[in-house]
């Protein structure tokens, strides 16, 4: 399981970037469109299944086997701490210098060269690994992220009238989608 113990700063468009765009100049949109770019950024995280800013998360899992699959902290900037239960119940701290981050997608934790995992109990929390993640600042995410964030609001925000009154059954085809067909990670466990 992942959770975010740290969540990012800001968020990788800001309004001001949205409206040079062309889509809106007055500031009392601002707020609305500061929750539309943070949704969009949180749809954009689920379907390509990685973290766009600096975040520090926690992977829980039984094992380490089990916590192998960096889905959802990808990229990694650093391991921050590695805990886990040992064969009697009780806490024990693994130096990050006895793990690696394998590159691939999505990255994989292992131990590092001449190390192997040590035994844990059966739990289903047994290890707790906390990662600090995500491209960097709004600056270092990758355009196409920016591209996709931007074009999402500006649909959602031109079709609002009418959601509001009804008359849009559902918004269109939103040929953007396509842009972060790179950066999806797909299924591999």
Known sequence: MLRITTPPAGL???V???KSWGYEFNTDQDDNIRREISTATDV?????????LTREVEITAADFACARYLVGATPVQA?????YLDPAGQ?????????????????????????SWPATCRDPAAVTVTLRCGYGEAADVPDA???WIIRRVATSYEYRKN???GTLNELPEDFVDGVLDDYVIRGVW
Request: with cysteine; hydrophobic share 40%; proline share 12%.
């Open 163 to 165: 959601v509001e009154n």
């Open 44 to 52: 954009a995280e689920r379907m390509t299944r990685r973290a766009l």
């Open 79 to 83: 391991i921050v701490s590695v805990q």
């Open 12 to 14: 990788p468009v800001t």
């Open 91 to 115: 806490p024990q701290t693994l130096d990050p210098a006895a793990c690696r981050i394998l590159p691939g997608e999505p990255e994989q934790l292992w131990p590092a060269v001449g190390q």
């Open 145 to 147: 992220f920016k591209t």
């Open 16 to 18: 001001d970037e949205f």
